[in-house]
C-alpha cells in the first residue's frame, strides 16, 4: 500500500468513525504540534485503562496473567 492509499484509507475510516474518544486519541497521535508525543499519549492512555480496569476489579490473578502471555507468545 502506497502512503496516498493509506491516507485515503485513513481518511475513509475517520469519516465513518462516530466514537469521539477514539477521534480525540487519534487528533493526539497526528498533532505534532503538542509537546506530547505520540508515544506518550498511549502510554497516558492505557494506564488510564488500566485503572479503569482495577477499580472495576477486571484484573487477572498472578496465576492466570502467565497463562495469557505464554499463550500468546505461542501464538507468534
Not at 485515503?8 to 508525543?37: A, F, V
Not at 485503562?49 to 490473578?61: F, T
Amino acid at each position: 500500500m502506497t502512503a496516498i492509499q493509506l491516507k485515503d484509507h485513513l481518511i475513509e475510516l475517520i469519516q465513518k468513525e462516530g466514537d469521539l474518544n477514539l477521534l480525540k486519541l487519534l487528533n493526539k497521535l497526528l498533532d505534532r504540534s503538542t509537546s506530547e508525543s505520540a508515544f506518550r499519549v498511549m502510554l497516558a492512555e492505557g494506564a488510564d485503562r488500566s485503572e479503569a480496569d482495577i477499580k472495576a476489579g477486571a484484573v487477572l490473578s498472578l496465576e492466570q496473567a502467565k497463562a495469557e502471555a505464554k499463550a500468546a507468545l505461542r501464538k507468534k
